[in-house]
């Protein structure tokens, strides 16, 4: 009888060395992040005071093709890293399909998902540049989780701003963040004058990534020793997730096969860099015809619906702006349960990508993911987070093409955390009382009108 799951391990002295940097083989101007403001924010806030240690930034920026991994960081890696990578026969079998499905899987750390890979990073660097505290905005709470966990192994205080909904939905991230020493905060909240201005014009907002990210700086601000520290978008934490691709790339090895489609969830882009890009390398060198699909909700559609424009990360205007796949700054997505796919905008080297057309995006609704997790849980005996089930019912629909077209095709997807914390969601798929979220052309179009004036971000691509 043929196994029904075959797993792929490498061993903890495997684990990369370095972090591949895809600057190297993609021309994406760095002034695509720009110190543009507007006027009127710049009145409100002042400059936004320098953030991120140049140790760390130079690396994100520069054009080496891989950048070593501190030893510090790496000896953290190897308490769980490498990560496994599966061929899923049980699921093959279930769907009756010629394709070959392989997954990694990223939630056998603590925090329980890929977020960790940066966190370490963020937190390591930060210390050694004399940093006493770290705050965030989180969506669904992995970021926050990890932040936490990160925070609390180099001896720093941790403040993280929930977004409101997913402080609602999912109230056992809340307590692993305080489990490990952070302070949580709802938002948008009362702590802040960013809060206080949202609350005052809509007191029920569910709340967005964007307005925790404004919450959380203004809190850095406020602070001697304090910074903000985001989990994703930003080129610095793309590079850091890559140690996903490096060591699924081995893995594939040890498999035989090499993936004609590689699929990742997309929120603003951690999770799709870390596993894509060391296989857009790849690509590139062997010539391989090998697709790189993102997969994002259709409440939050910023590839797949969005433009591509300058425009703020939080949303208040507080910080630069960036050229990106966005829905705009203020625009709120429904509350759906995978908030880590809540942010309105894609990071910068995603969206070059895509607007080169050098990847591919689709997008589904709550249920149609739901159904697909559901479907893995029952056969890999794995039950993914609502993110990662994004990345499922892509799979499962790509191995549904090539049986209908009676062709083999080898699918690497990432199940980029478990969904142990979020069965109250489950259970409302079960129970056939989860909604699906639409988001209206009008909505969309609303939100976009009131993005930043072209002049305001200067010349640029």
């Not at 870390?274 to 939050?300: I, M, N, Q, W």
């Not at 905008?345 to 895509?354: D, E």
């Not at 990432?414 to 109250?424: E, I, P, R």
Request: hydrophobic share 40%.
């Amino acid at each position: 009888m043929k196994a029904l799951r075959n797993q792929y391990l490498l061993h903890a002295d495997d684990v990369p060395t370095h972090w591949y940097n895809i600057l190297a083989d993609v021309d994406v101007p760095t002034t695509d992040v720009r110190r543009a403001r507007s006027a009127a924010a710049e009145r409100e806030t002042g400059l936004l005071a320098p953030n991120i240690p140049l140790s760390m930034y130079r690396s994100s920026v520069g054009k080496d093709r891989f950048v070593e991994i501190p030893r510090q960081v790496r000896e953290h890696y190897q308490r769980w890293r490498p990560t496994p990578l599966f061929r899923a026969h049980a699921l093959e079998q279930a769907l009756d399909t010629p394709a070959h499905l392989y997954y990694k899987f990223e939630g056998t750390n603590g925090a329980g998902s890929h977020k960790l890979n940066s966190a370490l990073a963020q937190a390591y660097f930060y210390k050694n540049a004399g940093v006493r505290e770290l705050t965030t905005g989180t969506g669904a709470g992995q970021w926050g989780t990890a932040l936490a966990m990160a925070a609390q192994a180099f001896d720093l205080d941790c403040t993280a701003f929930m977004v409101r909904c997913s402080f609602d939905q999912k109230p056992y991230r809340r307590v692993m963040m305080e489990l490990h020493g952070a302070r949580v905060v709802p938002s948008p909240s009362p702590v802040t004058s960013t809060g206080r201005a949202v609350l005052g014009s809509t007191p029920d907002s569910p709340g967005s990534l964007a307005i925790a990210s404004s919450e959380a700086l203004e809190h850095a601000r406020s602070l001697p020793g304090g910074r903000y520290a985001v989990g994703s978008g930003e080129n610095h934490v793309l590079l850091h997730q890559t140690v996903i691709g490096e060591e699924a790339l081995r893995q594939m090895e040890l498999a035989g096969e090499f993936p004609d489609v590689v699929i990742a969830a997309m929120g603003t882009g951690s999770n799709f860099a870390g596993l894509a890009f060391p296989f857009y390398r790849e690509k590139l060198r062997s010539g391989a015809a090998t697709r790189l699909v993102a997969v994002e909700p259709d409440a939050c559609p910023k590839l797949t619906r969005g433009r591509y424009a300058w425009d703020y990360n939080d949303v208040f205007g507080t910080t630069p702006m960036t050229k990106m796949y966005t829905l705009g700054h203020t625009f709120v997505p429904p509350g759906m349960h995978a908030g880590g796919l809540r942010y309105h905008g894609a990071a910068p080297l995603v969206s070059a990508l895509y607007e080169r057309r050098a990847i591919e995006a689709v997008a589904y609704g709550q249920n149609a993911v739901f159904e697909a997790g559901t479907l893995f849980a029952r056969t890999e005996n794995l039950v993914p987070a609502p993110e990662s089930a994004h990345a499922v019912r892509a799979a499962v629909d790509e191995a549904m093409r090539a049986r209908a077209e009676r062709r083999s095709t080898v699918i690497l997807f990432n199940v980029s955390g478990h969904g142990l914390l979020d069965l109250s969601a489950y259970d409302q798929y079960l129970a056939g009382v989860l909604p699906d979220h639409a988001v209206s052309d009008e909505q969309i179009a609303a939100s976009l009108a009131r993005l930043p004036d072209a002049d305001d971000a200067g010349a640029g691509s």
